[in-house]
């Protein structure tokens, strides 16, 4: 049974530093690309972040290029997201995702962001 477990979110201020992580389980983490995905309320979700399963390539929405900085970690299966400067629009919850982020069904369990002073 396939599994993504996020953790690492919190209330933080505009400018905050936060690490998210996700733990996986249930299938072979270092065959697959991951990504994270993030839902603010009353909007559709946007994927915010990707990486290849050897962790060599990876890749940022525009709206967090320079701020934020994703991770693997293919001999403990778990995913990582370093979230700097924070701003308020970052508020949402994120979610991490195997392979295809569109298909809602290859989400893990999320964990709630607040940036706010």
């Known amino acids: 049974q396939v599994q993504l477990v996020a953790s690492g979110g919190g209330l933080i201020q505009p400018g905050g530093s936060l690490r998210l992580s996700c733990a996986a389980s249930g299938f072979t983490f270092s065959r697959y690309y991951m990504a994270w995905v993030r839902q603010a309320p009353g909007k559709g979700p946007e994927w915010v972040s990707g990486?290849?399963?050897?962790?060599?390539?990876?890749y940022y929405a525009d709206s967090v290029k320079g701020r934020f900085t994703i991770s693997r970690d293919n001999d403990n299966d778990t995913l990582y997201l370093q979230m700097n400067s924070l701003k308020s629009d970052d508020t949402a919850v994120y979610y991490c995702?195997?392979?295809?982020?569109?298909?809602?069904?290859?989400w893990g369990q999320g964990t709630q962001v607040t940036v706010s002073s």
């Open positions: 995702a195997r392979d295809n982020w569109r298909l809602r069904g290859n």
């Open positions: 990486i290849t399963s050897g962790g060599s390539n990876a």
